[in-house]
């Protein structure tokens, strides 16, 4: 079975410019979650995704937004992007409903440079 | 309020030696808890989790956690580390909240580097 797939791997932004980000879960996952992880925050959770409603969401700006699709997929969409949004974005897919009791399956992440 | 707290941000150890890494949580109930490792450039992998049962907790790699209660701990080990190895490793407590608003609550991180 495919793992988490996320695109793309690796973007360079400037500031003011607005970024979309892709995530495929496990085929059969319906829950995803997105995380923000930096060196000095860890992984800061953004917001989870089920059966296409947003279920959670983390202590980020209303510049963070994110969707999730029938088949699964979900996006997530930062706008007007800050220097401090250079990070690695993770994408994690569950089997189950989630609410921080299913296992977590990680993508590789999309590495996003702010310039 | 719920927290997890990694102890160590750095842990070296030469290979072959044993590994422990800590891991502590501040939780109402019981918790779910989970140690996952991200190897550079990767994103995590699950090495074990535990909810109930067994308080001794074997995982993929070789590794193991045990669980205390009267200590709030849930510290990962291994009795003979290898190169490939070395890692991050964060270590997770759910869930937070309540109703639809529960999530994970994730430590820091401890960076593990494998001398030869």
């Known amino acids: 079975k495919a793992g988490v797939t996320q695109t793309p791997r690796y973007l360079i932004k400037t500031r003011g410019q607005q970024v979309t980000l892709s995530c495929s879960p496990i085929?059969?996952?319906?829950?995803v979650s997105w995380y923000q992880q930096t060196p000095g925050q860890g992984l800061q959770f953004l917001f989870e995704?089920?059966?296409?409603?947003?279920?959670n969401k983390g202590n980020f700006p209303g510049r963070f937004s994110g969707r999730q699709f029938s088949n699964s997929r979900s996006e997530m969409n930062v706008s007007t992007l800050e220097l401090g949004d250079s990070a690695l974005y993770l994408c994690?897919?569950?089997?189950?409903?989630?609410?921080?009791?299913?296992?977590?399956?990680f993508g590789p992440g999309t590495r996003l440079t702010v310039l | 309020a719920q927290s997890v707290t990694q102890p160590d941000i750095h842990i070296t150890v030469s290979e072959g030696a044993s590994l422990e890494l800590r891991c502590n949580y501040s939780y109402g109930a019981t918790p779910y808890l989970f140690w996952y490792v991200q190897s550079p450039g990767q994103g995590l992998q699950l090495l074990l989790k535990y909810f109930s049962g067994d308080t001794l907790v074997q995982g993929i790699k070789g590794f193991e956690a045990e669980f205390k209660r009267s200590q709030s701990s849930f510290n990962l080990r291994k009795p003979s580390v290898h190169w490939s190895d070395a890692a991050e490793y964060f270590c997770?407590?759910?869930?937070?909240?309540?109703?639809?608003?529960?999530?994970?609550?994730w430590g820091l991180g401890t960076s593990l580097a494998v001398n030869p």
């Open positions: 997770a407590v759910g869930p937070s909240g309540a109703g639809n608003n529960r999530k994970l609550i």
């Open positions: 995704y089920f059966s296409e409603t947003q279920r």
């Open positions: 994690a897919s569950s089997l189950g409903r989630g609410g921080g009791t299913d296992t977590q399956y």
């Open positions: 085929s059969g996952h319906r829950s």
